[in-house]
């Protein structure tokens, strides 16, 4: 009897390992994604890349920010090129080494509609093999993000985003004298008409975008100022930033008439984008994309006939941007 006893526990033993191993196998037959091994090199090995992404996009954000570097544009374009070199050898390992590759050898159907538990199936399956899954993870979020932060840098350079007062700042100011390059001064006996001069703000530096101006002599006859502004010419002479209102370049060109009966008066003309500008108008735009006119500076003669500014510009010197119109330039 104990003995029958010891055959039967033994035998149900035997039918619930067999039950067992069935429901594994089965389970294993089911999978949808065969199984691999783990590749923990290949793994260390896209962290490394991605993280190699990350400095390189770093490294084009510091590059941006310091633009006086030489080779300045070359260092961004190798810091962006070897951050996509990197992104894109880690797609290539991880495609290879790390994500599941199936060949199907007969005919894909032709209706092949997977429902979502498939998918998820699949989509779990297929990272089972990956060992360091918050590793990969972090080193991914590094990457996107200083990837992000790099494609976002380059937005700073469209305009001001907190301080503007800089832009209103000029370093003209009542009284500062008119002087070419070289820093000689520029007498009114020496601006002749149809001639296109260049000033700048004496002892102030000659780089900033409010310093440089454009100054021509108007026929008498011709300068129609608006009232405000009459005694702003001195014997027929203007000056108006030397900066355009459209997009920053330097106003460069004077158009004068060759045939007076056919050709409209004289015009400062920048090159750029052709944006032209009336001189004996207040500088109001006559053609082209600037959206408003260059800025005056008054002007007035000292004992020895010298040109000085009688004061600030009428506006903002430099291309429009947001509320550039809402203030006045500042000394």
Not at 259 to 280: E, G, I, K
Request: charged share 25%; aromatic share 6%; glycine share 8%.
């Amino acid at each position: 009897m104990r003995r029958a006893s010891r055959l039967l526990g033994l035998l149900v033993l035997w039918l619930v390992g067999v039950r067992r191993k069935s429901r594994d196998e089965e389970a294993e037959a089911e999978r949808i994604v065969e199984t691999a091994p783990a590749a923990p090199r290949a793994e260390l090995l896209v962290v490394a890349l991605l993280l190699g992404a990350a400095a390189c996009a770093a490294a084009f954000i510091v590059f941006y920010a310091i633009d006086d570097l030489p080779s300045h544009t070359q260092l961004l374009g190798l810091a962006l090129g070897l951050c996509f070199a990197f992104l894109a050898a880690t797609f290539i390992v991880a495609s290879r080494r790390l994500v599941p590759i199936e060949e199907i050898e007969e005919d894909y159907p032709e209706e092949h509609l997977p429902d979502q538990e498939e998918l998820q199936q699949v989509v779990g399956e297929s990272g089972t093999r990956i060992t360091r899954k918050r590793l990969l993870a972090a080193a991914a979020g590094t990457a996107g993000g200083a990837v992000a932060l790099a494609a976002l840098t380059p937005a700073l350079s469209l305009g001001p985003a907190l301080d503007v007062d800089p832009l209103y700042r000029t370093p003209w100011r009542r009284g500062r004298r008119l002087v070419d390059r070289d820093g000689r001064p520029l007498r009114a006996a020496d601006v002749e008409s149809a001639t296109f001069y260049t000033a700048y703000p004496e002892g102030a530096s000659t780089d900033t975008v409010g310093a440089p101006l454009v100054v021509v002599r108007i026929p008498a006859g011709e300068l129609a100022l608006p009232a405000d502004r009459r005694d702003w010419a001195v014997d027929g002479i203007v000056a108006y930033s030397k900066i355009c209102t459209h997009a920053g370049c330097a106003v460069s060109l004077y158009r004068k008439p060759t045939f007076p009966p056919v050709q409209p008066r004289p015009a400062l003309v920048c090159p750029c984008h052709y944006s032209t500008f009336d001189p004996a108008r207040a500088g109001r735009v006559l053609f082209g994309p600037a959206g408003r006119a260059l800025p005056q500076l008054p002007l007035m003669l000292d004992r020895r006939d010298g040109l000085r500014a009688a004061g600030n510009f009428s506006g903002p010197v430099g291309p429009s941007w947001w509320g550039v119109r809402m203030k006045r330039a500042r000394s």
